[in-house]
């Protein structure tokens, strides 16, 4: 009995765009259901070391490729872990991963044309077979399942189900292919050499046997590929495309990566490793269900996705192979978590990306500006934590500062730069770089060649209320506490002016007083060290959350004739609240904030205009 199911919303939409793809590189359909066919190899291995009562021959696991030249047919297939009906219907009829949403909207949104760098920046796994294929038959059955089930579509739609009585344990994909490659004699995909060619150039290194079943040699069941796990050879024998290759396996990411790693340890735990460094931010980086974790392997045989144990949420980016020797393949991600030996691996690939980071930032400008670009943000997080490794955090981080509009510093750079006599490395935090440039805390360190960091991401908002020092150099905000300059001796009766604002404006302001950081504005707000900023306060709110209440303390500029002119009014006993008022929201307007009553803010300001006119 056959079943017609329609494809959900979003996979529709990416069928439709396979199907009328122009995407240049069409070859990578076969890497993707290879390299879908090796986990499923990988899960079954894993599943009967694991249950042994689970009935599967594992006595030849393998994948092959078989086709058929006048039916013009390529088949995939595996005798791995296969899929339920069930499991098709939500793997296959639906797009389940995170992140993959907002992609199709992103698509919605742009030209057909980038439709096709999304193909190429994001993969798109089994569905790439609708680029070469128009129609996709596929039979498959679960290990340990009686009965099978087969799948067929054309892409346009629906699918249809059907139940298989005697189907063979494993995953069998067959395409049939599209009549106009026919005369591409290079992408002809009928045709051995072309797929001999492919498998060489993107699957050499998959450790399970492929082998080529074509009609013609019915003999040839050697394996296509050399079937070597790249993290065990020396690195002088590996090419540059295999590692490629390899990271896409298991990044699922189609471009190349920015940077590679390897790990190994040996004595009492033995470990290899081989990682890398995305050239891209991952489209979950900021989604609560983002993945994490690189695979894990216990002497060659795969043990999960996702280690999550092996890598701190901050470096969730980082993708790659540990292969554990001395651990036990039934272990739980519970007891990961506990285990030892994954700690202290934990703790050296922690070190060595750090090192990574910080070799790149020192030695190869160009890639360490696309590695902080793209995952800088995430980077960041680190320094809220993993307290332990805060110094060398810091110190592969850069940051916007006044020194330079386009260009990032480090605080090393920051520190050289620093002159005699400025005793801290001082920051101001807010939502945009413009809105804080000309904040008017600024002023009087810009006056005193003073440079200021300016930093605007969300993330900065936390860890610097964590982070106090560099290298035993403070680190200070200049929009909270009293600061020191250093300079003048402090201007004298205003006393009575700033009583008498505390008490005009105490239900908005904790104290006022005179300030020292401001040249030429007359007012500016400042917070004690440890308050929430208003730039967090926003965060809360935008979160649903209302934040405590924070008064923060008015400063004013004693210079300034609007300063000077309200005390000798004050004085004479003729000051007007209504002033008091004015000053305080124009000190909230000049950082960027936002006036509690707006309204009353101008007709107060219109009124005291007309008095000029
Ligand atoms: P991805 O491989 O990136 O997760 P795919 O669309 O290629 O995305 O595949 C979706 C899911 O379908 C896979 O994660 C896997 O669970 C399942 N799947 C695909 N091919 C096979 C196969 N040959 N055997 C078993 N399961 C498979």
Known sequence: MSETIEFQAEARQLLQLMIHSIYSDKDVFLRELIS???????????????????????????????????ARTLTVRDNGIGMTRDEVVELIGTIAKSGTAEMLRQMRESQEA????????????????????????????????????????????????????????????????????????????????????IVKRYSDFITWPIRLLSGEDEGDTDPVNSRKALWARPPSEVTDEELTEFYRHVSHDWQEPL????????????????????????????????????????????????CEALVPEYLRFVKGVVD???????????????????????????????????????????????????????????????????????????????????????????????????????????????????????????????EVLLLTDQVDEVWTDTVSEFDGTPMASIAKGDVDLGDEDVPEGFDDLLSWMGTELADDVKEVRLSSRLTSSPACLVGDPGDLSPMLEKMYRAMGQEP??????????????????????????????????????????????????????????AERLQKTL
């Open 36 to 70: 879908n066919a090796s986990d499923a190899l990988d899960k079954l291995r894993l599943e009967s070391y694991r249950d042994k009562d689970l009935e599967v021959d594992t006595s030849d696991l393998r994948i092959e490729l078989e086709q058929d030249a006048e």
């Open 548 to 605: 405590p209440v924070t008064k923060r303390t008015l400063e004013l500029n004693p210079k300034h004739a609007l300063v000077s002119g309200l005390r000798d009014k004050q004085g004479a006993g003729e000051a007007d609240p209504d002033v008091a008022r004015l000053l305080y929201g124009m000190a909230l307007l000049a950082e960027g904030g936002d006036l509690k009553e707006p309204t009353a803010f101008v007709n107060t300001l």
């Open 114 to 197: 980038q439709a096709e760098d999304l193909i190429g920046q994001f993969g798109i796994g089994f569905y790439s077979s609708f680029m070469v294929a128009d129609r996709v038959e596929m039979v498959t059955r679960k290990a340990g399942a009686a009965e099978g089930v087969h799948w067929e579509s054309t892409g346009e739609g629906t699918y249809t189900l059907e139940p298989v009585a005697d189907a063979p344990q494993g995953t069998a994909i067959t395409l049939h292919l599209k009549a106009e490659d026919a005369e591409d004699s290079l992408h002809d995909y009928a045709k051995p050499d072309v797929v001999r060619r």
């Open 259 to 306: 940077e590679t790693m390897r790990l190994s340890g040996e004595g009492t735990f033995e470990y290899q490793g081989l990682l890398f460094l995305p050239s891209h931010a991952p489209m979950d980086l900021f989604m609560r269900e983002a993945r994490r974790g690189v695979q894990l392997y216990v002497k060659r045989v795969f043990v999960m996705d996702d």
């Open 324 to 450: 554990a020797a001395d651990l036990s393949l039934n272990v739980s991600r519970e007891i990961l978590q506990q285990d030892r030996q994954i700690q202290a691996i934990r703790k050296r690939l922690v070190r060595k990306v750090l090192q990574t980071v910080k070799a790149l930032q020192e030695n190869e400008p160009e890639k360490y500006r696309t590695f902080w670009g793209e995952l800088g943000r995430a980077f960041k997080e680190g320094l809220i934590t993993d307290p332990d490794n805060r110094e060398a955090i810091l110190a592969a981080s850069s940051f916007p500062s006044t020194h330079s509009a386009d260009e990032d510093t480090t605080l090393t750079a920051y520190k050289e730069r620093m002159p005699e006599g400025q005793e801290a490395i001082y920051y101001l935090t807010g939502a945009s770089r413009s809105s804080i440039e000309n904040s008017p805390h600024i002023e009087a360190f810009r006056a005193k060649g003073y």
